[in-house]
């Protein structure tokens, strides 16, 4: 029994009649491992989560959490919890209750429940608000109620189905904030279903991008952002360009990009293509230019503010877009495989 990992997946795949949702994925991720998994709508990532919960059964391949074979087992019987996106608190009942209901059902004593409830409601910072009823808070309180109750059957995983969705964008970075660091104090994995390639960079060990069915590539978010592994990689989580060269297609970060000429600046005689400034995007630090090239293709610089704003340009203006040889990143456009040895060391270290 290989206990190096909370949760394996091998060779999983999931059918829902002509539909291939799932497509023969594999997946280690290391014990104690805050795992986002990522990708474009209808890519199989509510899918995977809920056959690792055991709300949907596999068609083929089995699920591993920590060493054991959880594949036909229920919900219950697999050392995970789930949080969902509506969190489903019971409205009639406080949150203590709340929180110490599935104590209830096991049998466990009015007096113990409660007192594990509290230890809960205290960890997510909740205990002054046991006796509210959750229309009585906010949509961030009812989220941490709704965390405390997944987290008191102590699960070696627990699951999050985009957890910060209904959160205004203030209380999504608060909330994000506390959840990392419960994931860290409670030392378990947390696998986490997101549509926001910000949030998953922000919170993950491990990045999984699917796509249609498929783990496109896995690994920590540093890696996937400076070694996108395809066009789609690069594009999907953003602030990259993809372009062509003779070498097949090759990434450049847009904030390593500049608007000048080729032969001003640091990059004297470096790469660059001409084209049509189509848009301007003020975002506080960092201004967005987007470009159309001659060749057709869509790129974008990430200037600074003060860089920007001392030679402004406009839509409809010509610009070159201007970057250094070394910041070019070819891409294979193949799919990685699960994490090698090494990333899987190197997660364990961290
Ligand atoms: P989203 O980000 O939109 O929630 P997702 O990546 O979570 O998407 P899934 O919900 O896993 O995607 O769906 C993967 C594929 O499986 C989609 O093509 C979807 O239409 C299909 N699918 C999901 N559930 C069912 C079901 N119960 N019956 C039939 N097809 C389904």
């Known amino acids: 029994m290989d206990t190096r990992f909370d949760v394996e997946l091998i060779s999983v795949t999931k059918r829902y009649g002509p539909t291939l949702a799932v497509d023969t994925i594999s997946l280690r991720i290391p014990r104690a491992t805050y795992c986002c998994l990522l990708g474009p709508s209808g890519c199989g990532k509510t899918t995977t989560l809920r056959m690792i919960a055991g709300h949907e059964a596999v068609t083929d391949g089995d699920i591993l959490i920590h060493g054991q074979n959880v594949s036909d087992l229920p919900p219950i019987k697999r050392g995970t919890a789930m949080m969902f996106?509506?969190?489903?608190?019971?409205?009639?009942?406080?949150?203590?209750?709340?929180?110490?209901?599935?104590?209830?059902?096991?049998?466990?004593?009015?007096?113990?429940?409660?007192?594990?409830?509290?230890?809960?409601?205290?960890?997510?910072?909740?205990?002054?608000?046991?006796?509210?009823?959750?229309?009585?808070?906010?949509?961030?309180?009812?989220?941490?109620?709704?965390?405390?109750?997944?987290?008191?059957?102590?699960?070696?995983?627990?699951?999050?189905?985009?957890?910060?969705?209904?959160?205004?964008?203030?209380?999504?970075?608060?909330?994000?904030?506390?959840?990392?660091r419960l994931q860290r104090e409670l030392a378990i994995t947390f696998i986490h279903v997101t549509h926001s390639q910000d949030e998953a960079m922000a919170l993950a060990d491990l990045m999984v991008v699917m796509e249609n069915g498929h783990i496109r590539q896995s690994a920590p978010p540093r890696d996937v952002f400076e070694r996108p592994v395809s066009p789609f990689i690069a594009r999907f989580i953003g602030s990259h360009n993809v372009l062509r060269s003779n070498q097949g297609p090759v990434a450049v970060r847009a904030d390593r990009c500049r608007l000048g000429t080729p032969q001003d600046g640091p990059h004297v005689n470096g790469p660059y293509v001409n084209g049509k400034v189509t848009a301007v995007e003020y975002q506080g630090s960092m201004v967005r230019v987007a470009l159309l090239t001659e060749a057709g293709d869509e790129v974008s610089a990430l200037v600074p503010d003060q860089t920007f704003y001392r030679k402004p340009t406009e839509p409809g203006d010509p610009a070159t877009l201007v970057w250094s040889e070394q910041d070019t990143h070819a891409l294979s456009g193949e799919d990685t495989h699960p994490l090698s040895e090494q990333d899987t060391h190197a997660l364990m270290e961290s």
Do not use: W
């Open 85 to 180: 996106q509506s969190y489903a608190l019971f409205p009639h009942m406080s949150c203590l209750d709340n929180v110490a209901f599935s104590l209830k059902m096991r049998g466990v004593a009015k007096q113990e429940r409660h007192n594990r409830a509290r230890e809960y409601l205290a960890l997510v910072h909740m205990a002054d608000f046991a006796t509210r009823l959750p229309a009585q808070l906010s949509g961030g309180q009812q989220q941490r109620i709704a965390l405390a109750r997944a987290l008191i059957n102590r699960p070696r995983v627990l699951l999050l189905d985009e957890p910060l969705s209904a959160l205004d964008p203030f209380l999504r970075v608060k909330v994000r904030e506390e959840l990392k």
